[in-house]
C-alpha cells in the first residue's frame, strides 16, 4: 500500500471510511488524533489536486453524523461532551508527584508489540531515536502517507505522557500497528533494490515473529507472577469485601469508594464514585473541599477501600483538615508548567513550585468520624486491608 500512488478517493468511500471513522473514535475517544490527522491529510491531497475539499467535507460530515447521539446525550446528561473519567484522571494527575521529564518515553514502552514496560530509560530514547531515523530515510512517497500515523503516535504521547500525565499499554495497541507498519515500509525500502533478497523476507518475518511471541509471553508470566505476590496486590481482599457487603449490609445502604466499580458489581449495592472516574460532580466538589459534605448530602453511609481512602477524604474534606484548595489545570497550563521546569533545569528559569496532595494540617482525624465494620487484610501486606468504614452522624454535617 506504501508503495503505491494515493487512490482516487469517491464520495462513496469517503462517506464511508467517515462512519468507519466515526466507529473507531466510539471504540476509544483518543482515535480522534488519528482520524483528525487522516482529515487534513486528505483536505491537503483535494487543495494540492486543485479540488474543492467535497471528499474531505464527506468524511467529517459522516464521523460527525455517527458521534453526534453519543456527544448530545453527555451534553445533555452531564453538562459536557467527553466523559468524567478524562477530566478525573487529569485532575488527579496534576500535583507534583505526576510531573516528570521522560513521561514521553511511553511512546515505545507501551506499545504491546513488544513488552518494554521495564526497559531502561536510554534503550527507549535510543528506540525512538531509531524509529525517528527510519522514518526520515524512507522515499518521500511513502514518508508523506505514513506521516498521518506518525503524528497521530507523537500526539498519543504528548497527550498521555504531558497532559494527563498518565499511561496504560491500552492506550497505545494502535501505536504498535503504526511501528510495524513503519518497520515493514523501511524494510520494504531497503530491499527494493536487492530483489535477491526478497525470498529471505517470509522466513525473516517468521522468525522475528517467533521472536516477538516469545518474548512477550516470558514478560507476561513476569509480569503476572510479580503482580501476584506484590504487597499492592489487592483484588482479593476487594472481592471478599464486596461479598460481605452483599451479604451483611442492608440492601438499600448507600457506599461511598474511589475503586466503586468492583464494589458495586461483586455487593449489588449502590456505590457512589468518589475520584470522578464514574462520577461527573466530583471533581468541583474536590476542587472546593467539600467532599464529607457531598458524602452526606448523597446519605453515604459506609465507605469501603483501600487504606489511603481515609486519607483521601481527609484532604478533600475543609472540615476535617487545612490544605490548599487545587483548581483543575487546562492542558496549556500544563504544558506551560513542563515548559518552565525544563527551562529552570537547563538554569534560565525560576523554580517551579507545585502543589502536593498533603493537607498542611489536620483538624479532625477521619477516625473520629468513622468506625470501623470490618477489614480485609491484602493477601501479601496483611498490616494493610481493605475497609469498610460506618460514617457516624458527625461526618459531614455543617461546622
Not at 479540488?51 to 451534553?75: E, H, I, M, Q
Not at 511513502?142 to 497527550?159: D, E, F, I, K, N
Not at 457512589?272 to 468541583?284: C, W
Not at 472546593?288 to 459534605?293: K, N, P, Y
Amino acid at each position: 500500500m506504501l508503495t503505491r500512488p494515493v487512490p482516487y478517493i469517491t464520495l462513496v468511500r469517503a462517506a464511508g471510511l467517515g462512519g468507519l471513522a466515526g466507529l473507531t473514535i466510539l471504540a476509544r475517544l483518543d482515535n480522534a488524533l488519528a482520524v483528525a490527522y487522516l482529515g487534513l491529510w486528505l483536505v491537503w491531497h483535494e487543495l494540492r489536486a486543485r479540488r474543492w475539499p467535497v471528499r474531505s467535507v464527506t468524511f467529517g460530515g459522516v464521523a460527525g453524523l455517527v458521534l453526534l447521539p453519543y456527544f448530545a446525550r453527555n451534553w445533555l446528561v452531564f453538562d459536557s461532551l467527553s466523559p468524567s473519567s478524562g477530566r478525573a484522571l487529569a485532575y488527579m494527575h496534576s500535583y507534583s508527584d505526576s510531573f516528570t521529564y521522560t513521561s514521553g518515553l511511553q511512546l515505545l514502552a507501551y506499545p504491546p508489540a513488544l513488552d518494554l514496560t521495564n526497559a531502561p530509560q536510554w534503550v527507549l530514547a535510543v528506540g525512538i531515536v531509531g524509529l525517528a531515523g527510519m522514518y526520515l530515510s524512507l522515499p518521500r512517497a511513502q514518508r508523506g502517507m505514513l506521516t498521518p500515523l506518525v503524528l497521530y503516535s507523537l500526539t498519543l504521547a504528548l497527550y498521555y505522557g504531558y497532559v494527563q500525565q498518565q499511561g496504560r499499554p491500552r492506550y497505545y495497541v494502535a501505536v504498535a500497528f503504526v511501528i510495524v507498519l513503519l518497520g515493514c515500509a523501511w524494510l520494504a525500502a531497503r530491499l527494493a533494490t536487492r530483489p535477491q533478497a526478497m525470498r529471505l523476507v517470509p522466513v525473516g518475518a517468521a522468525a522475528v515473529v517467533a521472536v516477538l511471541i516469545g518474548y512477550n509471553s516470558l514478560m507476561w508470566v513476569r509480569t503476572t507472577v510479580a503482580t501476584l505476590n506484590a504487597p499492592y496486590q489487592a483484588q482479593p481482599a476487594m472481592f471478599a469485601a464486596a461479598r460481605w457487603m452483599a451479604a451483611n449490609l442492608p440492601e438499600d445502604a448507600v457506599i461511598a469508594a474511589q475503586n466503586s466499580g468492583i464494589f458495586q458489581y461483586y455487593s449489588n449495592r449502590l456505590v457512589i464514585n468518589i475520584d470522578g472516574k464514574l462520577n461527573h460532580e466530583i471533581v468541583p466538589i474536590l476542587e472546593q473541599r467539600h467532599l464529607d459534605r457531598y458524602l452526606h448530602a448523597r446519605g453515604v453511609e459506609y465507605v469501603v477501600d483501600l487504606p489511603g481512602v481515609a486519607g483521601y477524604i481527609e484532604f478533600y474534606s475543609a472540615n476535617l483538615s487545612d490544605a490548599q484548595a487545587h483548581r483543575e489545570i487546562s492542558a496549556l497550563e500544563k504544558l506551560g508548567i513542563h515548559a518552565r521546569r525544563f527551562a529552570a533545569r537547563l538554569g534560565v528559569g525560576a523554580p517551579v513550585v507545585l502543589p502536593e496532595r498533603v493537607p498542611e494540617r489536620i483538624l479532625v482525624p477521619f477516625s473520629d468520624v468513622s468506625q470501623i465494620v470490618q477489614a480485609f487484610p491484602l493477601p501479601n501486606d496483611p498490616d494493610q486491608a481493605v475497609t469498610i468504614y460506618l460514617l457516624l452522624p458527625q461526618f459531614g454535617a455543617a461546622p
